[in-house]
T-cell receptor, first 109, second 114 residues
């Protein structure tokens, strides 16, 4: 059974810092991995999707990498801003999507 | 495009009451999903559908039923609500390509069972 974990559970950084969020999965038989953002009381917004044949995807200040052999994905946020404050979730897709518990990010002005 | 919409946004039920949550998508997606999100538990898959007229159980299906009579709609039913079903419910849809199965989520329904 696929299990997805995310470290750290919470993170607080000053504005302008570069930061890395980690996602680990136990079963490397995934087709792709997706990163989401969730604001309090809201739904999930898709940020990036990495296909199993890819190693990374970039969108603006966000860069996500995937290493299937080690069961890891990272989300890199450059030059963080207070508007980046949210919970970030990763989900691996094999037979179905399995979500991690999320990392709650606070970017302080 | 509205994307994925859910009705209602909020609902309070008494134990034993029934209700149906409606999910609609206008992206012509084959796959649709119902999740529940609880503090400390993350998102867990309740039921899903890989096409019109099909449904399948997810991780936590007990106490729920679903129907996919039309491709654009996916209904989640609670026949006899229990306090343990207090949660936020999210619907999602996706393309049917395994190698590119990006999910799109609705805004959620906050359900309280007293």
């Amino acid at each position: 059974k696929q299990e997805v974990t995310q470290i750290p559970a919470a993170l607080s950084v000053p504005e302008g810092e570069n930061l890395v969020l980690n996602c680990s999965f136990t079963d490397s038989a995934i087709y792709n991995l997706q990163w989401f953002r969730q604001d309090p009381g809201k739904g999930l917004t898709s940020l990036l999707l990495i296909q199993s044949s890819q190693r990374e995807q970039t969108s603006g200040r966000l860069n996500a990498s995937l290493d299937k052999s080690s069961g890891r994905s990272t989300l890199y946020i450059a030059a963080s801003q207070p508007g980046d404050s949210a919970t970030y979730l990763c989900a691996g897709y094999g037979q179905n999507f399995v979500f991690g518990p999320g990392t709650r990010l606070s970017v302080l002005p | 495009n509205a994307g994925v919409t859910q009705t209602p946004k909020f609902r309070v039920l008494k134990t034993g009451q029934s209700m149906t949550l409606l999910c609609a998508q206008d992206m012509n997606h084959e796959y649709m999903y119902w999740y529940r999100q609880d503090p400390g538990m993350g998102l867990r898959l309740i039921h899903y559908s890989v096409g019109e007229g099909t449904t399948a159980k997810g991780e936590v299906p007990d106490g729920y039923n679903v129907s996919r009579l039309k491709k654009q709609n996916f209904l989640l039913g609670l026949e006899s609500a229990a306090p343990s079903q207090t949660s936020v419910y999210f619907c999602a849809s996706s393309y049917s390509l395994a190698w590119y199965n990006e999910q799109f989520f609705g805004p959620g329904t906050r359900l309280t069972v007293l």
